[in-house]
């Protein structure tokens, strides 16, 4: 059987239909010059709140960004790091530095072209709502977290990574606050809150951080006055800066392999994010999104851009909103977003130096404050105690232990839930004749609607309502209880019309439910078996082991049958 690949990234696809024209080129190049703009201080800030260098951060948003307009599924996304990734980064720089970041995003990117190949775009939609508010509100308490240092100013050479451990450091340190620091990155969050009342076609944070450069600039002309700067930090960047050679890190086996759990988290993260970001952007323009190319536009960016030095990226929900907001109109947007960064990075880093820290926590301040989703948090509270418990599960495992564990347990549990909810909804009944009415339509039986078959004394009919799964298999184990009674009977009639399918573990306790029916020399007919059903009964032989004369596709027959074992 031949694999078809699910890889037709919309880019092409636009320009195959030669519905491409210069005026939609002129929407692009405009609008992928503002994002370009949007993205800059953005790119920077969540490169060095993830533990890495600035330029990194800037690279990611290039290459990344360039990959995934060319090769995504969306004719809108623009893809770059975003904040959800901030806490996964810093955890893997800690632990393993940057070659196993590089190691980890590679592997993340394997992961998802797998998954986009075997057409996985569509599940990754179902995980439950609760867990995708938990751990995004998670991620945004502990970018806020990570912040409180530069804001303030305190005087901490090394913070914690632990959110708990984070501010038990930060009130030890408190007394060290500067006021001059924490009274910028205040004026700072001002301006990018209230500028999109002045207008909206440049970013508050643009502004914000050319204040902070006006401000860093004047402070050398007054004593005693200065400010932490991305200089001050990082000074390699004053001679500027050109795009790095790609190489692969040497790790050791042992290296590798620890960092499958983590690559996994990215993976996950990544595609979320991507898929939800795609499906915003379906609903505000009416076009749809080809989820599996997504995911493998996504894989090549995450396969591509860590040989650069960059880190794991996704697509953003802001900047493709910026983008479509701004009249952008194809992946060309995106394209443009990267070359304009290209050329900032090339010829323009020099001056990122005078950017001053406390500037830099005030826009990702306003990041996660946007990240938090506090207002659907507040309304998810309101709902189901199951939901709830998964939501308030996932946010508290991102905040207190780390996303990895998070999205596992907060996963797994809402697949346990899931379950839970499908069995109750599945039922094994015993039916009396007057429950036993069939219909023309609802098993071919040439009957009238109010005519009522008749049971046979020493037959009992037990009718499975819903998927026979492992959820409800074992339920089947107490057939004997069911009825109450314990009289003697002939033929155990399951009636399965309401069985859309059956699992092993189904069809397993059904074999078991056959065994024990024949040692006590009950036979055991099947009825209402649609054609799904039988052809999984089929395949693991147990059609022929129930004998495929005791399978039927309605009612009477089966009837018939078991009257006519009655008899004998």
Not at 150 to 156: K, M, N, T, V
Not at 317 to 335: H, L
Not at 407 to 430: C, D
Request: charged fraction near 15%; proline fraction near 5%; charge should be neutral.
């Amino acid at each position: 059987m031949k694999l078809k690949l699910p890889f037709k990234p919309k880019f092409f696809e636009v320009f195959a239909k030669d519905k491409y024209n210069r005026e939609m080129f002129r929407s692009d190049l405009i609008a992928g010059i503002i994002v370009g703009i949007i993205a800059l201080p953005l790119a920077i800030a969540f490169g060095i709140s993830s533990g890495v260098t600035p330029q990194q951060g800037l690279i990611t948003a290039i290459v990344a960004g360039f990959l995934m307009s060319a090769f995504g599924g969306s004719h809108f996304l623009i893809g770059g790091p975003t904040g959800a990734f901030i806490v996964i980064v810093y955890g893997i720089v800690s632990q393993y530095g940057t070659d196993g970041l590089i190691v980890a995003t590679l592997m993340a990117g394997i992961i998802l072209v797998v998954m986009g190949i075997f057409k996985l775009g569509n599940v990754i939609k179902f995980i439950p709502y609760p867990i995708v508010v938990g751990f995004t509100s998670g991620i945004a308490v502990v970018i806020f977290s990570t912040q409180i240092k530069d804001f303030l100013g305190l005087q901490i050479e090394n913070v914690p990574s632990g959110f708990i451990p984070q501010w038990t450091c930060y009130f030890q340190h408190l007394h060290t606050i500067n006021y001059a620091e924490a009274i910028l990155a205040l004026l700072c969050l001002l301006i990018i809150i209230f500028w999109p009342k002045v207008t909206r076609k440049i970013p508050g944070s643009l502004i914000a951080i050319l204040f902070g450069i006006g401000v860093t600039v004047a402070s050398n002309y007054v004593d005693g006055l200065s400010f932490a700067t991305i200089g001050s930090k990082f000074p390699e960047l004053a001679g500027g800066m050109s795009l790095p050679t790609p190489k692969v890190p040497n790790l050791n086996w042992n290296d590798i392999t620890s960092l499958v759990s983590p690559a996994f988290t990215i993976a996950i993260l990544c595609a979320i994010e991507s898929l939800l970001a795609a499906m915003v952007a379906d609903g505000v323009t009416g076009k749809k999104h080809d989820s599996n190319t997504e995911l493998v536009g996504q894989g090549i960016a995450n396969i591509v851009t860590p040989l650069f030095g960059g880190i794991p990226a996704t697509g953003a929900i802001a900047r493709t909103m910026a983008s479509i907001n701004n009249g952008g109109k194809s992946p060309v947007t995106g394209i443009v977003h990267a070359l304009v960064l290209l050329l900032i990075f090339l010829f323009l880093m020099p001056y990122a130096v005078y950017i001053p820290l406390a500037c830099l926590a005030a826009i990702l301040v306003m990041v996660a404050y946007n990240m938090s989703e506090w207002k659907t948090f507040k309304y998810l509270l309101k709902g189901d105690r199951s939901d709830v418990g998964v939501l308030l599960l996932t946010f508290f495992l991102t905040v207190i232990f780390d996303l990895t564990i998070a999205i596992e347990i907060g996963v797994l549990l809402a697949i346990v839930l899931f379950v839970k909810r499908v069995s109750e909804t599945s039922h094994i009944n015993v039916l009396e004749e007057d429950h036993l009415a069939a219909t023309e339509n609802d098993e071919k039986a040439q009957l009238s609607d109010t005519e009522q078959l008749s049971i046979p004394s020493n037959v009992e009919v037990y009718e499975i309502d819903g998927p026979f799964f492992f959820g409800l298999a074992s339920k089947l184990d107490e057939l004997d209880n069911i009825n109450g009674s314990r009289r003697k009977i002939d033929v155990r009639i399951i009636r399965m019309r309401k069985v859309p399918f059956m699992d092993t573990t189904g069809m397993n306790n059904l074999r078991n439910l056959w065994k024990r029916s024949e040692k006590e020399g009950i036979r055991i007919i099947l009825s209402g078996v649609t054609d799904k059903v039988y052809q999984s009964l089929d395949r693991i032989g147990l059609a022929d082991e129930i004998g495929k004369e005791y399978i039927f596709p309605h009612i009477v027959p089966a009837l018939a049958k078991a009257q006519e074992i009655c008899k004998q």
